[in-house]
């Protein structure tokens, strides 16, 4: 979803955007699609760290009344102008190793297994925007999958039965 775009139907076509179409033909109304782009801003702010005073969230609700491309647009360019930022936070902890003893590997094994299960958790709870998805999984729940398969393969180097290339 974060682009870049080259057209407006690039940025129709995106599942986010077919999520707020789909919300709003379920119940159409005037200001329908307002909520749910509001929530598409809302959540590319957050991901980036972004923290919104009342007159920032005031615009935020005021852009969020255009069509939900436009919407879709302006979250990826928060969320691309973001990326350089984890990518060089990621390097840096790359570079970095942490020695765990046998009962601290034990900790943060059992932490990660009760972490991906609360997130299969989640991922399993239907939200509306789940009902109204193609694939009837809605984006934030299929994160949440991805993240426990994520808690999954660290587990796995933790406890000596994955590699630490991601292949187990």
Excluded: K, N
Aim: glycine share 8%; hydrophobic share 40%.
């Amino acid at each position: 979803m974060t682009g870049p775009y080259e057209t407006e139907a690039q940025a129709r076509e995106t599942p986010a955007v077919q999520a707020v179409y789909q919300t709003f033909d379920a119940a159409p109304r005037q200001g329908g699609m307002d909520e749910p782009s509001h929530r598409l801003l809302c959540e590319a702010l957050t991901a980036a760290g972004v923290e919104l005073g009342a007159y920032d969230h005031r615009i935020v609700r005021w852009l969020s009344q255009w069509e939900p491309e436009t919407c879709a647009v302006i979250a990826g360019l928060v969320t691309r102008a973001h990326l350089p930022e984890l990518a060089e936070a990621r390097a840096a902890l790359a570079g970095s190793a942490v020695t765990l003893d046998d009962g601290q590997a034990a900790t943060a094994v059992d932490a990660l297994e009760v972490a991906a299960e609360y997130r299969r958790y989640r991922a399993g709870l239907t939200c509306d925007d789940c009902v109204h998805h193609p694939a009837e999984l809605c984006e934030d729940h299929q994160a949440d999958l991805d993240t426990a398969d994520e808690y999954d393969a660290l587990t796995a180097i933790l406890s000596g039965t994955g590699s630490p290339g991601g292949a187990s």
